[in-house]
């Protein structure tokens, strides 16, 4: 089993900045892909932003120059810088790890963007 913790949400205004971190129970040397997903009330969840173990990185049009992902292997961890945060950018953030046993969550954080 593989734990994924997320943490880093909350308030913020427009415009503002949020970084999101997401810590694995394993070594991140043994994950292939992580990714960021969002989910907005009455929405499906969404793909935000992922990296592959060689550090290349994909992101969603309505994030990209805005959102950054990056991974730091030594602490086992994924991060996801935000800013110029937008109204629309609400939702429940959720990290997601592709390992060789199997697909994990974590069991997401709120960020909430004021107008």
């Known amino acids: 089993q593989v734990q994924l913790v997320e943490s880093g949400g909350g308030l913020v205004q427009a415009g503002g900045s949020l970084r999101l971190s997401c810590f694995a129970s394993i070594s991140t040397f043994r994950i292939n892909d992580m990714g960021w997903y969002r989910q907005a009330p009455g929405k499906q969840r969404e793909v935000v932003a992922a990296?592959?173990?060689?550090?290349?990185?994909s992101y969603a049009d309505s994030v990209k120059g805005r959102f950054t992902i990056s991974r730091d292997n030594a602490k086992n961890t994924v991060y996801l810088q935000m800013n110029s945060l937008k109204p629309e950018d609400t939702a429940v953030y959720y990290c997601k790890a592709w390992t060789l046993i199997g697909v994990y969550w974590g069991q997401g954080t709120q960020v909430t963007v004021s107008s």
């Open positions: 990296i592959d173990r060689g550090g290349s990185t």
